[in-house]
T-cell receptor, first 111, second 117 residues
């Protein structure tokens, strides 16, 4: 069955550094993958979508890569700020257009 | 744009009662809406997909008679938790897809915290 893993449950980094989050998927090949941010007690917010034919996508301080050979997507936040602290979820589509969300990585940016 | 609202944001009820949660797309039409459940420190689990005017499609392990979904219009879907029990206590989140969007992203509501005593 399809499986989605994110590198760690929690990640602590110092303000100003680059945070790198990993999403690995197995047993299928999604045509695209989305990343969401979720704050405690709130619904997820869409951040970026990257398609299988795109190696990299950027939006302000965010960068996403998609390696279909490794079956992996990397999510980077450069010049991280305490306000970036949240849980980040990767979500590739499965069986059509529904999504399965990864377990999420809880990022804490320390001042 | 692309705002999704949920009502209520928080509900506490007694065991055995039924609770209705509304999900509305405020500024777009959503042919498809999704209902998720999230337990503490866990990711979102898709419960069901509802398409306007047709029956919802439930994920494996989700009881359709317990979680009634109605998607009567392009801007409103409701989830009714029937005969709620303490184990149904969770954070319920809906999302909606704008059928005009090429990106296929889902827009999420703020969630409803259900506590069953």
């Amino acid at each position: 069955s399809q499986k989605i893993e994110q590198n760690s449950e929690a990640l602590n980094i110092q303000e100003g550094k680059t945070a790198t989050l990993t999403c690995n998927y197995t047993n299928y090949s999604p045509a695209y993958l989305q990343w969401y941010r979720q704050d405690p007690g709130r619904g997820p917010v869409f951040l970026l979508l990257i398609r299988e034919n795109e190696k990299e996508k950027r939006k302000e301080r965010l960068k996403v890569t998609f390696d279909t050979t490794l079956k992996q997507s990397l999510f980077h936040i450069t010049a991280s700020q305490p306000a970036d602290s949240a849980t980040y979820l990767c979500a590739p589509p499965v069986y059509g257009q529904n999504f399965v969300f990864g377990p999420g990585t809880r990022l804490s940016v320390l001042p | 744009g692309a705002v999704v609202s949920q009502h209520p944001s928080r509900v506490i009820c007694k065991s055995g009662t039924s609770v209705k949660i509304e999900c509305r797309s405020l500024d777009f039409q959503a042919t498809t809406m999704f209902w998720y459940r999230q337990f503490p420190k866990q990711s979102l689990m898709l419960m069901a997909t509802s398409n306007e005017g047709s029956k919802a499609t439930y994920e494996q392990g989700v009881e359709k008679d317990k979680f009634l979904i109605n998607h009567a219009s392009l801007t409103l879907s409701t989830l009714t938790v029937t005969s709620a029990h303490p184990e149904d206590s969770s954070f319920y989140i809906c999302s909606a897809r704008d059928f005009r969007s090429r990106l296929n992203e889902q827009f999420f509501g703020p969630g409803t915290r259900l506590t069953v005593l």
